[in-house]
């Protein structure tokens, strides 16, 4: 869809208020064109009434002048042609209006010579003066008539050409465009209504369900880093219940070995050949349930297909589904006995996400609703998910943005509380998550708010604080906050 018609209802109401006029014109522009047509249709009868009295008139002169019947000299003769002078004369040439011919008329004093013989009583030469006169009157009439009309028929081509404009071009456009608004708008309901079925199934978190939902948009991987029984494993399934997403759990122990993720080739007696078996990545969504509890081989096999979308068996590289999202959970409490994950893992994690307690109106929302659980129920396709997906991608960010975000990762780096600051993957994630969020909130555009929403659950476990930080007690969330009110956001209008 075109960035400029982003789906929102404002845009609708605008897209139908267009349309609503676009149609009122040509209807406007049909009536007017078909006055127009009957005006000239009388302007033609008129026209042809008065071309017909010009020919009974000068049949009426002619018969005058015959019935004189006498000889007349030549010095009479020129007095006579001088009562109608040939400069005087009017000529209508032949033309065409609407289908209808207005026949060529000439009548002057010199086309009088020929009757001059027949000129009988000086009573008979004044009646076919007065008749040739009434002649001219009338030729002069139709000449006037002949230009309204012309005048019309330019009106109706002109008004045909807006009123085809409107039928042919505009009207149709706004029809797709109003067509195209409400689907954009129906997907964007039944997203909503994902986001609303899965805060049904995980009460009181809707800020930490929202950046989930954003971060599946940017197409990023999710670490849900919170102690057990907050809603971890709940909120990864409701997902990709509500997304009709093919899931995978694996609920890592010591002994998972990385075979059991990506898969492996067994020999086959039957064809003689080793065949490949695929393992748990191969599916769209992988919850990876207690990720710090096994080992660090094991924890590695992610590292290719979180990145990369395949995994390498035998040599072999075999495409993982799309979408592909990792939801991974961990505790940071009792650690003893597990392997937390290493740097390079970690930053492999679009977002890291804490669901935390719930208020105590919450957690009694939760206790009565124990025996009337509603199942979450599939509501956007994984085609319209993907399609979701490059929407989002495609939000316009401004030159001014890039420039803050680079600022911000900068000031991760350089900052004397942090000793390894915000990776250029994760500057990349800053604005994937941010177009997201715009995308969520019906923007065709990001602005500076939608950064500094989700900076925190972007770069809070990629950067490393110092010993410094440590012993000042301060945490990550301090940190990032301090960086972002000191960085200046740019103001866009």
């Known amino acids: 869809m075109d960035p400029n018609t982003f789906p929102t209802k404002g845009n609708l109401i605008l897209a139908k208020n267009s349309l609503a006029l676009s149609e009122q014109g040509y209807d406007l522009m049909d009536k007017k064109r078909n006055i127009l047509i009957r005006e000239l249709m009388e302007l033609i009868d008129q026209a042809t009434d008065i071309q017909k009295e010009i020919d009974e008139t000068f049949t009426e002169a002619y018969l005058a002048l015959q019935k004189a019947n006498i000889q007349m000299g030549i010095h009479e003769v020129e007095s006579l042609s001088q009562s109608v002078p040939a400069e005087e004369s009017i000529t209508i040439k032949r033309r065409s209006v609407m289908g209808t011919e207005i026949p060529k008329v000439e009548y002057s004093g010199e086309a009088l010579k020929p009757y001059y013989p027949f000129f009988g009583t000086k009573m008979s030469l004044d009646e076919a003066c007065e008749k040739f006169q009434k002649v001219k009157e009338l030729t002069i009439r139709l000449a006037e008539i002949e230009t309204s009309a012309y005048r019309l028929a330019y009106n109706i081509k002109k008004t045909q050409k807006r009123a085809n404009a409107l039928q042919n071009i505009t009207i149709p456009k706004y029809k797709t465009l109003v067509s195209s608004i409400q689907g954009a708008l129906e997907e964007k309901e039944r997203e909503e209504f994902t986001r609303l079925k899965v805060i049904k199934a995980i009460i009181g978190k809707d800020e930490c369900i929202s950046k989930a939902v954003a971060a599946i948009l940017a197409g990023g991987h999710i670490l849900l880093n919170d102690i057990p029984g907050v809603g971890k494993t709940t909120l990864a399934m409701a997902l990709a219940k509500s997304m009709s997403l093919s899931q995978n759990r694996v609920q890592f122990t010591p002994d998972v070995l990385p075979s059991d993720l990506t898969g492996f080739s067994m020999y086959q007696k039957d064809s003689g050949a080793f065949v490949y078996q695929p393992g748990s990545v191969m599916c769209n969504l992988l919850l990876a349930d207690e990720i710090n509890r096994t080992s660090p081989k094991t924890q590695s096999a992610l590292l290719e297909v979180m990145e990369e979308r395949k995994v390498t068996v035998d040599g072999i590289a075999h495409e993982v589904p799309s979408p592909f999202i990792v939801i991974a959970t961990q505790n940071p409490f009792g650690s003893a006995g597990t392997w937390m994950l290493p740097e390079a893992q970690l930053d492999r994690f679009m977002v890291c996400l804490k669901l935390g307690y ?88 990001v602005v500076p708010e939608d950064v500094k929403d989700i900076f925190y659950a972007v770069c809070a476990h990629r950067i490393i604080l110092s010993t410094k930080a440590r012993v000042a007690h301060m945490d990550e969330e301090q940190i990032l906050s301090d960086i972002l009110r000191h960085v200046s956001a740019p103001k866009i209008l």
């Open 358 to 445: 719930p208020e105590m109106e919450e957690e009694i929302h939760i206790l009565k609703g124990m025996q009337d659980k509603e199942p979450v129920n599939a509501v956007v396709s994984k085609e319209e998910l993907v399609q979701m997906q490059k929407e989002a991608g495609a939000v316009f960010v401004h030159d001014e943005l890039y420039q803050y975000v680079g600022n911000l990762a900068d000031r991760t780096r350089n900052h004397p509380m942090i000793d390894l600051g915000l990776s250029p993957r994760g500057t990349m994630y800053v604005l994937q998550m941010a177009k997201a969020v715009a995308f969520l909130r019906q923007r065709p555009f």
